[in-house]
């Protein structure tokens, strides 16, 4: 069965200082990653994926994540955090066979940044 | 350009009254669409998906029934809410081939 663990409730962190978000997953076969963001009251927006090719993938707002096979990790990060990436992030994940193309989503982590 | 429309934004029902709400996806042909359950601004429950009219998946046994009586429009329904019913629905499409599912804006629904 497929699995997505963000360990953290909430992040805080200040304006310009990196930021970090942290995500695992289990998944049988090779795993579809994303990130979403969520801000008050609204749908999710896409940020970014892994499928396949290069650990590191680059996505909107100048976030990026890093592709661990080993510890099956997907974590998001940025550079300099704005005050205004203050909101709710959802890690996902899918296997490539998955029937219906059903994605799983974590808990979801909110990020505060503090100006 | 492909965009998804849900309705109400708000609703506010009884307990044992009936629900429906709406999710219309316009700009593409035959989407994989999905329900969501969003509880106290955090995880996302998978309620229901469908590859095609009339084929719905149901994730979770509840309270709640999705249709899909055209090929871009998905409801979601109850003929009588519970409280436990109560959080903040989301409908989505998945897109291709990039794999995206896009999200509705959602409808917040308290059963009082």
């Known amino acids: 069965a497929q699995s997505v663990a963000q360990p953290e409730d909430q992040v805080n962190v200040a304006e310009g200082n990196p930021l970090t978000v942290k995500c695992t997953y289990s998944?049988?076969?090779?795993?579809?990653l994303f990130w979403y963001v969520q801000y008050p009251n609204r749908g999710l927006q896409f940020l970014l994926k892994y499928i396949t090719g290069d650990n590191l993938v680059k996505g909107s707002y100048g976030f990026e994540a890093e592709f661990n096979k080993s510890q099956t990790s997907f974590h998001l990060k940025k550079p300099s955090a704005l005050v205004s990436d203050s909101a709710l992030y959802f890690c996902?994940?899918?296997?490539?066979?998955?029937?219906?193309?059903?994605?799983?989503f974590g808990a979801g982590t909110r990020l505060f940044v503090k100006a | 350009s492909q965009t998804i429309h849900q309705w109400p934004a708000t609703l506010v029902q009884p307990v044992g009254s009936p629900l429906s709400l709406e999710c219309t996806v316009e700009?593409?042909?035959?989407?994989?669409l999905y329900w969501y359950r969003q509880a106290a601004g955090r995880g996302l429950q998978l309620l229901f998906y469908s590859v095609g009219i009339g084929q719905i998946s149901s994730e979770v046994p509840q309270n709640l029934s999705a249709s899909r009586p055209q090929d871009r429009q998905f409801i979601l329904s109850s003929k009588k809410l519970l409280l436990s019913d109560s959080g903040f629905y989301l409908c989505?499409?998945?897109?291709?081939?990039?794999?995206?599912?896009?999200f509705g804006a959602g409808t917040r629904l308290s059963v009082l």
């Open positions: 700009g593409t042909s035959n989407p994989n």
């Open positions: 996902a994940v899918r296997a490539s066979n998955t029937g219906g193309f059903k994605t799983i």
């Open positions: 998944v049988s076969g090779n795993p579809y």
């Open positions: 989505a499409w998945r897109g291709t081939p990039k794999d995206i599912q896009y």
